[in-house]
């Protein structure tokens, strides 16, 4: 049997990890060290509530067409190596008409909190908007 | 004959179609999904799938959302047609087998979603209808159960 699995850059909010596709990080860069344009809030990006801490966040930069794109994580990062099949679609009855949803699925670990796996390209939008998801 | 099943959300006591009850389940961690509805906020896993978790506080006046209140205590999966919910709860009472005589029409509640409501133990309570539910979100967005994922 061939399993087929992705890594994951995640970020650790609570109890749950919150991923994009590794392959789609171009860098990531300590928020000290950054000196790039003003990074888009991932947080606001997702309409996500954060608890406010003063640590640090890092940056990660994710490629797009015309280049890249910095963000703000809201908590620490971590990798996760999934089986691709371990990714379950979003019910529809979830998702809520008007509202973009940047997340397009799920997976649940017996050995550990759930990964969202979010949607770049509805991030990209939100980011180039200027509004959250 | 219909059985009916009690629930208790807070403060609130509501009865279920029996029969649409798949699983009763203790406490699940619910993953709440940003861009969801708020009856619908988030999902948990259940039989290898991620069904989405109906909150009765985003139907019901006075009650504590899920991801602002504790959690609950039990989770119901309901099967409504081809749709799977989880229903967190704070109790579950035994089956009870009421004749249709026992069904009225709503005169001492007043919950959306529910045309009927019955006595029980003395508690009047309301029968809720998951399936005038999710027909209403059907109503609100045709595209809602095209050939994407359900449940």
């Known amino acids: 049997m061939t399993v087929s699995t992705s890594t994951f850059v995640a970020i650790r909010a609570r109890e749950t990890h919150w991923g994009v596709h590794a392959k789609l990080v ?19 990006a997702l309409g996500v509530s954060v608890e406010q801490d003063d640590s640090p966040h890092p940056i990660l930069v994710l490629a797009t067409d015309e280049g890249s794109l910095p963000f703000r994580a809201f908590g620490r990062l971590l990798f996760r190596q999934l089986d691709v099949a371990s990714v379950l679609p979003v019910p529809m009855l979830v998702r809520c008409p008007g509202k973009r949803q940047p ?31 | 004959m219909t059985h009916l099943l009690p629930l208790q959300v807070q403060s609130v006591s509501v009865a ?51 991801d602002e209140g504790p959690p609950r205590s039990r989770t119901l999966v309901v099967q409504v047609g081809a749709n799977t919910l989880a229903v967190p709860v704070d109790a579950v009472r035994e089956v009870r087998e009421v004749t249709d005589e026992c069904i009225r029409a709503p005169r001492v509640t007043a919950q959306k979603f529910a045309a009927a409501e019955v006595e029980l133990d ?10 005038a539910f999710i027909d209403s979100i059907v109503v609100d967005e045709p595209m809602a159960l ?3 994922a359900k449940g």
Request: charged share 20%; glycine share 10%; no cysteine.
């Open chain 2, 16 to 66: 279920i179609d029996a029969r649409q009850v798949q699983e009763i389940m203790g406490q699940r961690a619910a993953v709440f999904l940003p861009g969801a509805r708020s009856e619908i906020p988030g999902v948990v896993a259940w039989r290898g799938r991620a069904v989405g978790v109906f909150d009765f506080a985003a139907v019901t006046d006075g009650l504590t959302p899920l």
């Open chain 2, 146 to 148: 095209a050939p994407m």
């Open chain 1, 26 to 44: 171009k860098s990531i860069v300590s928020e000290r060290d950054w000196s790039g344009a003003r990074p888009f809030e991932m947080a606001e």
């Open chain 2, 122 to 131: 003395g508690v009047v309570m309301p029968i809720f209808d998951f399936a």
């Open chain 1, 103 to 133: 997340v397009t699925g799920i997976a649940f670990q017996e050995n550990g909190p759930p990964l969202v796996v979010l949607d770049w390209i509805a991030l990209l939008a939100a980011a180039r908007e200027g509004t959250p998801g």
